[in-house]
């Protein structure tokens, strides 16, 4: 990287937090204008924030990422060099997962706050650099699983919080989709390489990499793994967990031709809260509308609940051949609101100094989980973890 970081952060140090007015518009900056990201610029941008900067190593999508940022946004293609700017309060990090932790860590430390997305980090190490860092710099970090801003989802936790389904000792989770191949798009324009790769082992240019880059190790966790993201962050929520016991994942063999991660796979995370999770992902099976390709499954000794991407409904225990539900919420295509009022949110805490909805301490909780299934996938066994130590082991 041409920035050398000791001057990179000697420089940056020396400005202050700006000090916001309640009339001020909070200037924010992506970096990172892939599909994500460029979604993420228009969404902050419509919720008042002025997005001042965006930054990718890939031209077209700098390109894309300028258009949805407000008139007059400057373009960058290394990130440190955005972060010099003083004026910018907060970053959007929509980045490969491998990228995330330094880029989170140059951030607060340059005085920035941050919203960045799931999962948190690639390795468990790379997590806990990321909670120091925001906790010694007293920055706001939100990660960016929207389902606890999501209004169905907070009423479902007040559900579960009650007790009426009793004892939940399993929680069975699914999630379905079909990806038909892998990207076979070409590199249309300037692309710095190095700076995609980041801390990941050099290799040559390679546009099945940069454009499927879920698909491969050295840069994210795969479908199933990644996606548990999501859902695990959910069940840990709703059932207040931390870290897990222990981990074990399988899959199949790979199906999307010149991936290297299995896009079908499960996995079982024992919780030392006394139940076991179950979590299955495939992306090679039919394709339901968006409110139908999830669920949790809650299974407790009075009643089940069912937690959707857009539902949920309660069953108490039953003999009857018919199972009915007591309570139940079905909002159709509203899944998109989640992600405005966590936005939202994160636009209030970075204001009021407040602590944001999803905090860096509960990224690392499911990150942690998300890492201890990838290395159950790879080692073919189960994998504990160590709380005094704060890490895995066989």
Request: glycine share 6%.
């Amino acid at each position: 990287m041409s920035l050398n970081r000791r001057t990179f952060l000697a420089a940056t140090a020396l400005g202050s937090t700006r000090i916001l007015g309640a009339s001020d518009r909070i200037r924010c900056a992506t970096i990172g204008t892939g599909n994500r990201g460029s979604y993420l610029t228009r969404q902050f941008k419509e919720l008042g924030a002025e997005m001042a900067a965006v930054c990718d190593v890939y031209e077209p999508h700098l390109q894309e990422g300028l258009k949805e940022a407000s008139t007059g946004a400057q373009g960058f293609v290394d990130y440190r060099r955005l972060l010099e700017d003083r004026s910018i309060d907060a970053v959007i990090i929509a980045t490969p997962d491998h990228l995330h932790a330094q880029m989170l860590i140059d951030a607060v430390d340059a005085g920035k706050d941050v919203y960045v997305e799931k999962p948190l980090a690639h390795t468990i190490e790379d997590g806990f650099r990321m909670v120091e860092a925001v906790r010694r710099t007293k920055r706001i970090a939100q990660i960016g699983t929207q389902r606890r801003s999501y209004p169905l989802y907070q009423e479902a936790k007040r559900i579960l919080d009650s007790g009426v389904t009793g004892p939940i000792r399993l929680v069975n989770a699914w999630w379905t989709n079909q990806l038909k191949s892998l990207n076979t798009r070409r590199i249309e324009g300037k692309l710095d390489w190095n700076l995609f790769l980041g801390p990941a082992p050099r290799v040559p240019v390679d546009p099945v990499r940069y454009f499927n880059w879920l698909q491969f190790y050295d840069y994210a966790l795969g479908y199933p793994i990644g996606q548990a993201a999501h859902i695990a962050d959910g069940v840990q929520w709703m059932m207040n967990s931390t870290y897990p016991s222990a981990v074990t994942c399988s899959s199949g063999r790979v199906n999307l031709e010149g991936g290297e991660i299995p896009e079908t796979g499960s996995m079982s995370v024992e919780f030392p809260e006394n139940y076991l999770m179950v979590f299955t992902l495939s992306y090679k099976a039919m394709r339901y509308r968006a409110c139908n390709d999830q669920m949790q499954q809650f299974h407790g000794a009075n009643a089940r609940f069912d937690l959707g991407r857009e539902s949920y409904a309660l069953y108490p225990q039953t003999t009857e051949v018919e199972v009915k539900s007591s309570q139940e919420r079905r909002e159709p295509d509203t899944f998109e609101s989640a992600s405005n009022a966590h936005i939202r949110h994160f636009l209030e805490c970075v204001r009021a100094r407040k602590e944001p909805n999803s905090t860096i301490e509960m990224g690392q909780y499911t990150n942690v989980v998300c890492c201890m299934a990838m290395e159950s996938l790879r080692k073919g066994r189960r994998i504990r973890w160590n709380t005094a130590e704060k890490r895995m082991e066989v």
